[in-house]
């Protein structure tokens, strides 16, 4: 099971996320804020945006939305902006 395991605000409505299998890409959340969804819409403000948190490897805020680490994999490697960390001994 893939799991975030860091993640670092970019610029405006896109995070790096970093996961469980040594991959990372940038995810741009505009197209889901653009749904204008009641749990999204707090995410227009830019301060509540960057208090995302990561809780048992999903990427969250503390309204209660909560986003599965293995559908945004799936979205980046579809889009092909899944990279690899290089590993270092």
């Not at 896109?14 to 804020?33: A, E, H, T």
Request: hydrophobic share 35%; net charge negative.
């Amino acid at each position: 099971m893939i799991k975030i395991t860091r993640a670092h605000y970019v610029q405006h409505r896109v995070l790096r996320l970093y996961f469980s299998d040594n991959s990372y890409g940038d995810y741009d959340l505009q197209p889901l804020i653009d749904r204008q969804t009641e749990l999204v819409m707090p995410l227009n403000d830019e301060t509540y945006f960057k208090q995302f948190f990561l809780e048992l490897g999903a990427l969250c805020w503390h309204n209660g939305l909560e986003l599965s680490p293995g559908n945004i994999h799936r979205k980046l490697a579809e889009q092909q902006q899944l990279h690899s960390q290089i590993q270092v001994a």
